[in-house]
């Protein structure tokens, strides 16, 4: 072949307008959701472990909304800090009316009635035991749990939650979820199951944000195996017929062939979530002059949509929907 013959794909390279002509994938603000850490103290309280991330009070919290809706972000998702003497064996503060999510959710209901508000459905930030589920002698009961998780979210939607996601990983809470929402007279209230959702090592900051580290053993017998992907299709396909409006890979950047198989499996939106333990990497590396912090994030976040997500929880949905902006 001589030279003059060959290909030449970077003719579809040489210039800004050229590659934009053929650019597969796109980010925006509306992909992202940011997720928010509150508690019911009277000052914020920054997170150690996740730099620029802070435990919310209510003044600081709806200081924080308000601007990062006018940044351009369209959703959030609460994640209570819980004191200790509110946490119990069977997590009863989890569907109090009066409690800390409840009472968030009727608050920003009423000033931003369009901002999508999602809830945590799970049971580690109520529960002595820090697990998701309700422990009996060492064992992490799953049917038992499911009543109680179908309480949570049922007290939420009557807050105002637009979103229930469920990020338990008990078998069959979906249905039982969509079942006691529709007998509630919720049925337009969204679920969001966490699907597929790995037994991780990076979750270890939220852990710290919330103190909800499990009190003995791991999340293995309910959480997903890192080794499997087969297993996360299967969850799809009782999600998706359980009732589930949109699925969920949880982490999102060391699963990125998790999201692309998932992608594939359904036609449901798909969800990731880039995770505490992926927001300090970033955050860390780039405070050490290590990287370009708005280059490789902006990268991540391409990378998770490039596999097939279509919403993205993220710690920096904020900065990145200033960067895009900019752009």
Known sequence: MTLSLIERPRRNRKSAA????????????????????????????PIGSMPGCSRWSPAGLDREVAE?????????????????????????????????????????????????LITDVALDPYSSDGHDGIVQDGRILNDATVEVLCRQAVSQAEAGADVIAPSDMMDGRIGAI???LDAAGFPDV???????????????????????????GDKKTYQMDPANVREALREVALDEAEGADLVMVKPAGPYLDVIRQVREATAL???????????????AASQNGWLDERRVVLESLLAIRRAGADVIFTYYARQAAGWLKEA
Do not use: C
């Open 18 to 45: 050229v590659r934009a002509w053929h650019r597969e994938t796109f980010l925006s603000a509306d992909h992202l959701v940011w997720p928010v850490f509150i508690h019911d103290k009277d000052v914020d309280e």
């Open 68 to 116: 990062a809706i006018a940044e351009g972000i369209g959703a959030i998702v609460l994640f209570p800090a819980e004191p200790e003497s509110s946490k119990s064996s069977l997590g009863e503060e989890s569907w109090n009316p009066q409690g800390l999510v409840q009472r968030t959710l009727r608050r920003l209901k009423a000033a931003w009635p369009d901002l999508v």
């Open 178 to 180: 969509r079942e006691a």
């Open 190 to 216: 969204s679920l969001l199951s966490y699907t597929a959702k790995y037994a991780s090592a990076f979750y270890g900051p939220f852990r710290d944000a919330l103190d909800s580290a499990p009190k003995f």
């Open 269 to 283: 939106p798909v969800a990731a979530y880039q995770v505490s333990g992926e927001y300090a990497m970033l955050k």
